[in-house]
């Protein structure tokens, strides 16, 4: 994949080429997905209000499409990138023209593949600068560094997702966690490649700090220095300090770093936050290292200085995420939709199907012969393979989705106890939600405790909305809703929903199109755990969906 770039006003084009490229990390080279021949994908910078246009070239062997993660696409979800959702995939030796607008969002947002598992080692980040003439909400950081923390499997990464497919059992988990593409020094073979992030004493640095792994929430500390966090999924937050932070796949944090500690090495550290009981992660650290100018230089044999190691959380210290994620807050009074039209209430989580009885055992390897599944208020979501959603949507062409996605679960039970195991096959299909342009939205998202409960990040296409309150156990329509911030809660584009526990979000549905809603770990949207919004167009041109483009794939 390619990225071309001509900078006429206000407007960014760039050509890229997706491509294999070998690659190699923990002492062997494999043949890579990448972007340009680079791995992590090139860094996309741009201002808010400014156009993109991105030409994408698949030279690779698979199927791809690219997801801008977190942009809104207002009335371009033409653009936005899931594989059959939003569009067919671009196909090995073919092109597709992404074009869209950035409008009113500043701070960090990523780009990846949204086709199988591609996103592994497709991705990068995607910095979105303040309009020219205005500044940030904080004094401005001598420097900038976007830390991509993301995993690597020493097998190819779309063997293993086949692999799991195949056998129904779960997916190999990954070999090692990456900042900017580095495992860093506690891995074998990777010492003398570990990223360094400059410093000097006195200055305030901004980092934006991305999970662009797969399948893993991940805490990420400094030995010895305070974040200052400013600013999530693109939108400012209150600034408060923190030693450690916590970002579900899908998510950013923007935070300030200040040099005021002995010019020495420090590293930066990101591991696994597990809040499934019992099941297997990948219990291995990644490192990078803070490295102030003035610090002895390292290339002096014998003089160089092991970094600093700080503390991090253990694996399953929800304590520290809960009491992170409280002190997410918008900067002032925002104005939350009140008057709801859609009060929607979905349960989150895994599910075991019973062995089909036309497959070998070797197809049903999951928990007691069974295949793993996840769905959304019993659905587990199934793509389309012959047109995109937004395609049928747009063409009314019939027969290939349903609009009778349940608003409520289909049976009410204690969602967060011991499910009967009668209650844990879930349906198959592809049910879209309708919404009427300009609809008030509030969702509650309520983990289950099938197979496991565990901490589930959500993340909606074409939308931004507010978190309103989260908890543990069953959501109390009747105690929780006391618990609602209505006057400056955070705004993000994926909620990390509270292992066996619930969060609520509102948002208005002004964005005209088909819009995924899913778990961003990849092991689970594999599973079905998925549903998409289709919002219906509003009365005036500017209330409705662009026609599509001319180059847009078909299947
Ligand atoms: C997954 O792990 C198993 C056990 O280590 C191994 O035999 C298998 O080859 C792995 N699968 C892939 C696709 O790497
Ligand atoms: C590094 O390699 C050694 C020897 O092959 C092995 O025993 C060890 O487990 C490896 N360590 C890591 C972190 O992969
Ligand atoms: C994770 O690895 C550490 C050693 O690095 C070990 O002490 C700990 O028990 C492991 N935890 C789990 C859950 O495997
Ligand atoms: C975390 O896991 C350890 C075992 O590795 C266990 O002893 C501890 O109780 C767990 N803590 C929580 C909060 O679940
Ligand atoms: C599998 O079967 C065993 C023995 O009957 C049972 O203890 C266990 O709970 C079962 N596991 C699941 C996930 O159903
Ligand atoms: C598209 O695929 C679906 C499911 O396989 C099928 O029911 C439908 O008839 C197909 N639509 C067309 C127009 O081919
Ligand atoms: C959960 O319920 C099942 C029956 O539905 C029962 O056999 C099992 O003992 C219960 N487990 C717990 C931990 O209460
Ligand atoms: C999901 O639907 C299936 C099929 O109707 C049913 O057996 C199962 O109990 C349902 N589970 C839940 C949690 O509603
Ligand atoms: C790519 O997607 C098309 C549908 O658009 C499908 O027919 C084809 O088999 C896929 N090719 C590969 C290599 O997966
Ligand atoms: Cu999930």
């Known amino acids: 994949m390619l990225f071309l770039l001509f900078s006429f006003h206000f407007c960014l084009m760039r050509r890229t080429y997706i491509q294999a490229t070998p690659v190699k990390r923990l002492c062997k080279t494999h043949n890579t997905i990448t972007v340009n021949g680079m791995y992590p994908g090139p860094t996309l910078e741009v201002n808010n209000g400014d156009t993109l246009v991105v030409k994408v070239t ?8 690219i997801h801008w993660h977190g942009v809104r696409q207002m009335r371009t979800a033409w653009a936005d990138g899931p594989e059959f959702v939003t569009q067919c995939p671009i196909r090995p030796g073919m092109s597709y023209t992404y074009r869209f607008t950035i409008q009113g969002q500043e701070g960090t947002l990523w780009w990846h593949a949204h086709s199988s598992w591609l996103r592994a080692t497709v991705y990068g980040a995607l910095i979105i600068h303040p309009k020219e003439g205005s500044s940030y909400p904080f004094p401005k950081p001598k420097r900038e560094t976007p830390i991509l923390l993301g995993e690597w499997w020493d097998a190819n990464p779309i063997d293993v997702v086949r692999q799991a497919t195949r056998t129904g059992a779960a997916p190999n988990i990954s070999d090692a966690y990456t900042i900017n593409g580095q495992p860093g020094d506690l891995y074998n073979c990777s010492s003398q490649d570990t990223v360094v992030v400059p410093i000097d004493s006195g200055e305030t640095n901004l980092l934006r700090v991305i ?4 399948n893993q929430p991940l805490f990420f500390t400094i030995a010895n220095h305070q974040f200052t966090v400013v600013g999530a999924d693109a939108s400012y937050l209150k600034p408060f300090t923190t030693s450690v932070i916590m970002l579900g796949p899908g998510q950013t944090t923007d935070v300030l770093i200040k040099g005021d500690q002995p010019p020495s090495r420090y590293y930066l550290a990101a591991r696994a936050y597990a809040s499934a009981p019992n099941a297997p992660f990948d219990n291995t650290t990644t490192t990078a290292i803070l490295e ?3 610090a002895p230089c390292p290339a002096k044999k014998g003089l160089s200085i092991r970094p ?8 399953n210290d929800t304590a520290t995420v809960t ?5 997410l807050r918008s900067p002032q009074k925002v104005e939350v939709p009140t008057d709801i039209d859609e009060s929607l209430f979905f349960t989150v989580g895994l599910g075991l199907n019973n062995c089909p009885r036309n497959f070998r055992s070797s197809r049903c390897q999951g928990p007691n012969g069974t295949r793993f599944t996840a769905s959304m208020n019993n659905v587990s979501f199934v793509l389309p393979s ?3 959603l937004l395609q049928a949507h747009h063409h009314g062409i019939p027969g290939v989705f349903t609009t009778d996605f349940p608003g409520n679960p289909p049976l009410k039970f204690d969602y967060t106890g011991n499910v009967s195991r009668s209650l844990w096959q879930p349906v198959p299909g592809t049910k879209l939600y309708k919404l009427e342009y300009g609809s008030r939205v509030q969702i509650v998202l309520q983990d289950t405790s099938i197979f496991t409960p565990e901490n589930h990040p959500i993340h909606i296409h074409g939308y931004d909305f507010y978190i309103i309150a989260e908890g543990f156990g069953n959501f109390n329509p009747k105690t929780d809703t006391s618990k609602f911030n209505l006057v400056d809660p955070p705004l993000r584009n994926t909620v990390g929903v509270p292992v066996g526990g619930w969060a609520v979000i509102r948002f208005v549905a002004d964005n005209p199109g088909v819009w995924l809603m899913h778990c961003h770990l990849d092991v689970h949207i594999t599973w079905g755990l998925a549903m998409a919004f289709l919002v219906e167009n509003g009365v005036t041109e500017l209330e409705k969906l662009e026609a599509p483009p001319p180059d847009y794939p078909v299947c």
């Open 292 to 294: 102030y100018k003035s």
């Open 58 to 65: 698949n030279k690779a062997r698979y199927n791809v499409t």
């Open 323 to 327: 009491a992170f994620t409280k002190k």
């Open 386 to 388: 012959n047109f995109s």
């Open 211 to 214: 999970n662009s792994g797969l």
């Open 308 to 315: 600093v190691m700080p503390p991090l959380p253990a694996f």
